[in-house]
């Protein structure tokens, strides 16, 4: 017995001094076999395909062996019920077999483990296992707190026919210590894989931290750090050796960031990012950082701290910056854009006229009403063969403007009123409004409607035609009767010479009134004559043409006089009227010019043209340097029988030439400077 | 010397007077006639040196027409035309001819220097005259 129990105890003991746990099974059979069994199996539950199947044997045949190879759901089977029940049975012998005893092995412990004891959780599987009763999970033996996978298995040992119940009690014992002790060592090396899995898994994490580029900092509840990798060690973290500067940077740092944390902490979110502003101790440049946070939790849920990220949004925030203030500019520039557009657009549409801007392709891109009724609106609807026509007429004026070299251009233009059929004439005014390369972008054209100017103007001409009648028929009564005058006038005159030798010297002065006064009739008849002569034959007359033949009559006379002719004859375009009026005129004004010359002088002759947009004349200036007028006489020169000249003059020749130039539509003005000289001004309207 | 024979030609009775008064004292031979029928007399009757003549005569007469006529008869007749009123056709037609024209009132100085001037048998005086 002694010997039994000697060599029970250093099996115990054997077993005991195992290190690996899955050294023990082995050992178990060696030990058993060695106490006088003929042989043994252990048969582990496969989880995976929910089989028991034989895993460890000694001495133990393929047949043998087989026997314990069944599924755990075939509860006959005696290791399946050795497993269910926890308890050991017996297979009884048959005529081919010796008996055998099943000893479930199983992880149990009456008390829980140490995690499930930390954590206060009953659930270990240890101590699930072992409570009596419990159904024991052949599916997966899986500890819930620590989430270790655990072992079930049988020892079967074939007995003798006749074993002692002392054996078989010997070999539960063993049985029992080697379970204990696998389950220590299961329990160890599970501990020990899963530090050393994490270990490898926290040197992951570090490498994956510290091939960041933000700083990532992993702080407890309280705040304090307990990683944080390089980028983040250059603002919160103090090297050895350095200025106080840099010190106090990172104390602030560090100030400011738990502040964060804290504030995050307290607003209660649990994930969040905030903008905060560090100082970067190497660079001491301040550097704006986005710090997201989000709390790190333990499996079972506690807060064990938070891991912080800190992204640089220095240039991002400035780029924002810049974008926020351009976008900020930008809407005012809009603003004002806008508070233009719609003051031009106001203006355009209380112009009156039409308005048509086109782009450099002459196509329209803004019209106001007026020019809308006028060319359509470019919608189907708004066509008509009218404002098509119209609109090819304004096109071809707008593109040979665009590719005109002139800024701006004035044109008449033809176009059909839609609603009224009527031919309205426009005056097209064009400008060109340039791009920043000087190109044409756009063009403006205003059309003002000209019917009114033109009213005015036919008005003006009929009512001209009519006082040119009246003129003509004064002209015609004045010469009926100066004719009539003529002939007794011509006796007189005659028998006044034939007197002149038989005169008494006593009626010597008589005769002399009676020859003055009878030149004088004779000079008012010529006038009279003259007036009459010249008021038909209304056409077009070349001025300056005129003005040569009247200098070339007058030339000798001039000559004779010591009259330099000065002449400056412009290019001015023909007129309407009387060429012999006209002419007679010009003679009236040189005559008189000449007549101011007494002792010589100049006599200045120009024509040019004068053009204001819409109406042009032809300004004629006859100057002389001759005596002058008195001022007393501007007023009334022009009335009839005023003269300067005595004797010598009618006082018809200015009042001729103002009623001549008046009936052409002209203006006759007068400048004079006694002892300078005198300078006529004649305007005269073209009429094309 | 002999006299230049001059024939006057005006419907106004007095101012035929007149002229021919003032041409017979300044020398010359003055004929006068008051229609165009009696100037046609008178120039079938006589050679004369120079016309003197009213463009407007008796009736549809005219003083072209006696001009004419006495062209008719001496092509290098030298001739005065005399008148109150120009129409442009009368200026033509005077030009064309080389006839000067003189406008009533005629200022007998003038009168009397066209006819010296024309009656001096001067081909240069002539053209003198007439473009004046």
């Not at chain 1, 003991?13 to 030990?31: D, F, V």
């Not at chain 1, 008509?384 to 609109?391: D, E, F, W």
């Amino acid at each position: 017995m002694t010997d039994t129990s000697e060599r029970r105890r250093g099996a115990a003991l054997r077993l005991l001094a195992a290190e690996r746990s899955e050294e023990i099974l082995p050992m178990l059979l060696e030990e058993i076999v060695s106490l006088g069994f003929a042989r043994a199996l252990v048969t582990a539950v496969d989880f995976d395909s929910s089989e028991l199947r034989p895993t460890v044997s000694l001495n133990c045949p393929k047949s043998f062996q087989h026997r314990f190879r069944t599924s755990t759901y075939a509860m006959e089977h005696p290791a399946v019920q050795a497993l269910h029940t926890q308890q050991m049975q017996l297979v009884p012998p048959t005529r081919q077999m010796q008996p055998v005893l099943c000893y479930p092995v199983l992880y149990r412990h009456k008390s829980a483990c140490l995690e499930a004891e930390r954590i206060h959780k009953p659930e270990c599987l240890a101590v699930f296992n072992s409570t009596v009763g419990s159904k024991i999970n052949l599916g997966e033996q899986v500890c819930r707190v620590c989430n270790m996978h655990s072992y079930a298995a049988v020892v079967c040992v074939e007995l003798r026919k006749r074993t002692r119940q002392a054996q078989i009690s010997t070999i539960s014992e063993l049985v029992e210590i080697a379970n204990r002790q696998m389950a220590r060592l299961f329990k160890t090396e599970y501990y020990f894989n899963r530090m050393s899995d994490m270990e490898s898994t926290i040197a992951q994490m570090q490498t994956v931290m510290e091939s960041m580029s933000d700083p990532v900092i992993l702080t407890d509840n309280q705040h304090r750090v307990i990683m944080q990798n390089k980028a983040a060690e250059r603002f919160f973290k103090l090297p050895d050796g350095v200025s106080e500067g840099r010190v106090r940077a990172v104390e602030l740092n560090n100030m400011l960031f738990s502040a964060a944390l804290s504030s995050m902490a307290v607003s209660g979110t649990s994930d969040s990012s905030r903008d905060m502003t560090l100082v970067d101790a190497i660079e001491g440049e301040e550097v704006l950082f986005e710090a997201v946070s989000a709390p790190s939790f333990t499996r079972d849920g506690r807060r064990t701290g938070m891991v912080s990220v800190l992204r640089d949004v220095t240039e991002l925030r400035r780029a924002d910056e810049e974008l926020r203030q351009n976008y900020e500019k930008l809407t005012a520039a809009e603003e004002i854009v806008r508070q233009d557009r719609d003051r031009l657009n106001l203006i355009i549409e209380n112009v009156g006229d039409p308005i048509v801007v086109c782009d450099k392709d002459s196509k329209i891109v803004l019209l106001d009403p007026l020019a809308a009724e006028l060319l359509g609106t470019g919608r189907e609807s708004s066509r008509s063969p009218v404002r098509l026509r119209n609109q090819a007429k304004l096109d071809a004026y707008i593109t040979s403007f665009t590719y005109s070299f002139s800024d701006r251009e004035s044109a008449p233009l033809r176009l059909v009123n839609p609603t009224s059929a009527q031919e309205i004439e426009y005056d097209a005014h064009s400008g060109k409004i340039y791009d920043e390369r000087g190109q044409v972008a756009y063009t403006v054209t205003v059309l003002r409607d000209l019917t009114a100017v033109r009213r005015v103007e036919q008005l003006k001409l009929e009512r001209r035609m009519l006082e040119m009648e009246k003129f003509a028929a004064a002209g015609r009564l004045a010469g009926t009767i100066a004719h009539e005058v003529n002939n007794p006038l011509e006796a007189i005159k005659n028998c006044i010479y034939l007197l002149a030798n038989n005169v008494t010297p006593e009626a010597q002065a008589v005769y002399s009134i009676l020859k003055t006064e009878t030149e004088r009739v004779a000079r008012i008849v010529r006038q009279m004559l003259g007036l009459y002569r010249n008021t038909e034959q209304v056409g077009t007359f070349h001025t300056n043409t005129i003005i040569e033949d009247t200098l070339l009559l007058f030339a000798r006379q001039l000559e004779r006089s010591g009259v330099r002719i000065e002449r400056e004859l412009g290019d001015v375009p023909p007129s309407v009227g009387s060429a012999d009026q006209l002419r007679q005129v010009l003679s009236n004004l040189v005559v008189n010019a000449k007549d101011s010359m007494s002792q010589g002088g100049v006599l200045r002759v120009r024509t040019r043209l004068l053009s204001n947009g819409l109406h042009e004349t032809v300004r004629v200036l006859v100057g002389d340097t001759g005596c002058g007028i008195p001022p007393n006489m501007l007023q009334t020169m022009f009335e009839p029988f005023v003269t300067t000249k005595g004797e010598r003059g009618t006082g018809l020749g200015l009042w001729i030439v103002k009623g001549i130039i008046e009936n052409h539509g002209g203006k006759l003005r007068v400048r004079s400077r006694v002892g300078h000289g005198t300078v006529f001004k004649i305007d005269l309207p073209v009429v094309r | 010397m002999e006299k230049k024979r001059i024939l006057v030609v005006d419907d106004e009775p007095n101012v035929l007077v007149t002229y021919r008064l003032i041409l017979q004292q300044q020398g010359f031979e003055a004929h006068a006639a008051v229609s165009s029928e009696e100037a046609r007399r008178a120039l079938d009757s006589l050679e004369f040196d120079l016309l003197l003549c009213d463009l407007s005569l008796e009736k549809q007469e005219s003083g072209f027409d006696v001009i004419e006529y006495a062209r008719g008869k001496n092509a290098t007749l030298r001739a005065i035309l005399l008148t109150g009123y120009a129409s442009p056709e009368a200026n033509e037609w005077a030009e064309a001819q080389k006839i000067p024209i003189l406008f009533k009132p005629i200022d007998v100085q003038q009168l009397l220097d066209t006819i010296s001037s024309l009656t001096r048998n001067d081909d240069h005086a002539i053209r003198q005259a007439t473009c004046e």
